[in-house]
């Protein structure tokens, strides 16, 4: 397959920590593009490597600008570029989103493929409700905009998914048990590696627990739904903008209905005044 592949996108998923979790389809790709676009060259060039394949790098991270951008597209226009992450699949709270958007406007063939991403795994492992969830990113830095946040967020009827980093997990815990009392925490880390780990419990529970024993690595956090009597009055406006974050007026309406039941067509012209 190699150098055989149609010019255009192809966005390639890694490994989040075992590098045998790189796909057969994922390693054929990297072999039949011209470039790869990566957020850290010495990563990528890493996993490059390892799978015994030599092409050239060209970084593309949140710092990217419009020229770095338009240099990916017109390569993209005659030849095969691969875009990744550091780890998992690109995208998913990493850069990539303007990349795509535009290549899609100008008719550049986008493909992707699908593998490892931390998100969906550690839902797998938490033995928490997974018929619905909501990936919100991660949590802001700053105590009030993490408060607001969590606040904004308490009456989804679904499993909230968050990014952590172990030095903030003690802040995002503790900001879990003020705003949203009583609901179980699931913290998976290390995920894929010798160590990985997925712990639940309340977040008291959990911090003092990683206070005696302090985390290391990437964190997935995870919130249990609110309990029945809990949901009350959905708040659709907030649901909205959570999901406006991340997405278009229509996928934003379409996930809303999918959680609340309402009529999508209602919550488009919602999501059209918010926007």
Avoid: W
């Avoid at 925490?185 to 639940?200: H, M």
């Avoid at 964190?219 to 009597?229: Q, T």
């Amino acid at each position: 397959m190699e150098h055989t592949l149609s010019s255009g996108l192809y966005i390639v998923a890694t490994p989040i920590g075992n590098l045998g979790d790189i796909t057969f389809r994922a390693v054929e790709v990297l072999k039949g593009v011209s470039a790869v676009a990566c957020e850290d060259t010495r990563i990528t060039g890493k996993l490059l490597h390892h799978l015994g394949i030599k092409r050239k790098m060209v970084r593309y991270d949140d710092h990217a600008g419009e020229g770095d951008r338009e240099r990916l597209l017109a390569l993209m226009e005659s030849e095969a570029v691969a875009l990744v992450s550091d780890a998992g699949t690109p995208l998913i709270s990493d850069p990539g989103y303007r990349l795509v958007k535009i290549a899609r406007e100008r008719g550049i063939p986008v493909t992707s493929l699908p593998g490892a991403n931390a998100a969906v795994m550690a839902m797998t492992l938490s033995g928490l409700p997974n018929d619905r969830f909501l990936f919100a990113g991660f949590l802001p830095n700053k105590a009030k905009a993490r408060e607001t946040v969590l606040s904004d967020l308490s009456k989804v009827p679904a499993t909230l998914i968050f990014y952590e980093t172990a030095p903030r997990l003690e802040d995002a815990l503790t900001a879990i048990a003020s705003v949203l009392p009583g609901r179980e925490v699931a913290v998976a880390r290390e995920l894929t590696k010798k160590f990985e780990e997925c712990r639940s419990g309340t977040p008291e529970d959990l911090i003092a627990h990683y206070a005696a024993h302090p985390p290391k690595g990437e964190i997935v956090l995870l919130i249990a739904p609110p309990g029945e009597e809990s949901i009350g009055e959905v708040d659709v406006d907030a649901l909205l903008r959570a999901e406006l974050a991340l997405a278009k007026p229509s996928q934003a309406a379409a996930s809303v209905a999918k959680l609340t039941g309402l009529d999508r067509k209602v919550l488009y012209a919602r999501a059209m005044e918010l926007k």
